[in-house]
């Protein structure tokens, strides 16, 4: 089973390249996870869609999110719960 997280991101956010780097770091070693990174300036639906309100928004399985700055640690503990039970 593959589980899908999706990561809203823009052009102006500090933070979102660190995100997107440690989620495809993540994602590059786990073959039950697949990635989505939407750039909100180019889908603003898919934001509108998934009431994305801030950024870095990472939706996991689940509906959970981590929204903001998360170190590497946290976002692989969050993933690990649905490795591990998924």
Known sequence: MVLKIMCFTSPTCSWCPYIKDVLKRIVAQTEHLELEII???K???KAEEYDVIALPTIILPNNQRIIGAADEAFIQ???DFFL???
Request: proline share 0%; net charge negative.
């Open 43 to 45: 889908d603003i639906d």
């Open 84 to 86: 591990d039970f998924g």
């Open 39 to 41: 750039d909100i300036t």
């Open 77 to 79: 503990e969050q993933l």
